[in-house]
């Protein structure tokens, strides 16, 4: 590749694995990009205002940036079982009129929350703060906010909060349509043009082969930006976020991702996206 490349994306497990040997420069052909480390929402923002190259945003980002950034075929988390989950202090709590926690509200999470919603909370839930993923389930279980949208993680590790999941946004969503659940998108500059764009992705899915063929090779770096996460933890978050749609889209990958914005888009939540917005 030519001029060396901007890339952000978060220090959770699943993308620590996945760019590791691009990162470090092993994969054959492709230079190292220059890595920014980065919560969802600041990747998000950082898009919408067009700062780097390469980004992992939320899918429910994604309508905002298609103008100037193409969707990459690969190297996203785009699953089954995986959703994100509201939690709460206590079963079974009425969402009316309650404070909602969310990563941030261009988070897929949050897209999924507000379908979810619309149908299970016909009251409207009360005010929505936004935290970054990790001060989530602390102010729920300090009684900051009554309700918290967790992602990553959290779904293995709510009840050392004594926290209860009210709802699976992933299982609602699949039992809805079917379809495997969006969560985050890998993007790039149009800009760099065609050719560039599938360098990027080939550099991308060597990246995961190399990371599947040799796990113990990326441990390091992923226990290192883990944020004291427990190893164990580490290796479900991604064993669950790192699968074959992360090594190619596919055919179910693109239906899942066309259906979340189409629906999202009939409510009013992101601008609608045109036909052949979703390929560069």
Not at 28 to 39: K, L, Y
Not at 125 to 150: N, Q, W, Y
Not at 252 to 260: D, E, F, I, W
């Amino acid at each position: 590749m030519a001029e060396r490349l901007s890339i952000a994306y978060s220090p959770c497990p699943n993308d620590t694995f996945v760019f590791h040997a691009w990162a470090h420069g092993l994969v054959p052909g492709a230079d190292a990009p220059e890595v920014t480390f980065a919560d969802i929402d600041i990747t998000n923002g950082l898009a919408e205002r067009g700062e780097l190259d390469v980004l992992k945003i939320s899918y429910g980002q994604l309508p905002w940036v298609l103008d100037e950034y193409a969707l990459l075929p690969c190297g996203g988390a785009l699953g089954r079982g995986c959703g994100p989950l509201v939690l709460t202090r206590e079963p079974d709590t009425d969402l009316t009129g309650r404070t909602v926690a969310v990563p941030s509200e261009r988070s897929t999470a949050y897209l999924l929350f507000r379908l979810w919603a619309a149908k299970a909370v016909p009251g409207g839930f009360g005010k929505i703060v936004v935290l970054p993923f990790h001060e989530i389930m602390p102010a729920v279980r300090d009684g900051r906010v009554d309700a918290g949208l967790v992602i990553h993680e959290a779904r293995f590790t709510y009840q050392q909060y004594g926290l209860h999941r009210l709802a699976d946004m992933g299982e609602a969503w699949e039992q809805d349509t079917g379809l495997p659940i969006p969560l985050g998108a890998i993007i790039a500059r149009r800009s760099l043009g065609q050719e560039r764009l599938r360098e990027i992705a080939e550099a991308i899915r060597a990246s995961v082969r190399m990371a599947w063929e040799d796990p113990a090779a990326s441990r390091p770096y992923v226990l290192e930006h883990a944020q004291e996460m427990d190893p164990g933890v580490a290796d479900q978050h991604i064993g669950l976020y790192v699968n074959e749609f992360t090594a190619d889209l596919g055919e179910a990958g693109y239906a899942a991702v066309r259906g979340l914005l189409t629906r999202a888009a009939a409510e009013g939540l992101v601008p609608a996206i045109g036909p052949g917005a979703l390929s560069f």
